[in-house]
């Protein structure tokens, strides 16, 4: 009667070819704990287990920082360059429209008024390639690229 029977149907998870059977316990003091909980958290390891091997057994620990102002400066520059080709797409069709609708003394002053706006225009885009330069200048060498 104690006989095992042999048909067992297999459900489940499949067990692990060599499954991680031992236990290992250290203590940190408290600036340690901070410190290692940082580096836990810089890692991006999804377990904790995962990290501290990683770093036991010399794997390479990947580390990347995301600095929020970095990040902020390069997508408001990607939607100001952005509203630049929009922009231009409308400064093309202000000409046409003034070339068409408009006698040639009236366009002429439009596009006087025109020409000062593209003017102040291309400083302030003069301004943002400096600020730019100045920025990729500080920052970015700092973060090693």
């Known amino acids: 009667m104690n006989e095992k029977k042999t048909n067992k149907r297999k459900t489940g998870r499949l067990p692990k070819q060599d499954p991680a059977k031992r236990k290992h316990v ?22 904790m287990a995962h990290f501290i091997t990683s770093c036991i ?10 600095d929020k102002g970095i990040h902020d400066y390069y ?33 002429l002053a439009f596009l006087y008024k025109l020409e000062q706006e593209t003017i102040e225009l291309a400083q302030l885009n003069q301004k943002v390639i400096a600020l730019t330069a100045e920025f990729e200048a500080k920052y970015l060498q700092y973060y090693g690229r």
């Open 75 to 107: 997508m408001r520059l990607t939607t100001f360059f952005g509203q630049f080709r929009g922009i231009a797409n409308n400064y093309n069709q202000i000409v046409r429209s003034l070339n068409t609708n408009f006698t040639e003394k009236k366009a």
């Open 57 to 66: 057994f010399d794997k390479p620990l990947k580390v990347v920082k995301i």
């Open 26 to 47: 250290f203590y940190l003091n408290e600036a340690d704990e901070v410190r290692f909980l940082s580096l836990f958290e810089q890692s991006g390891k999804a377990a």
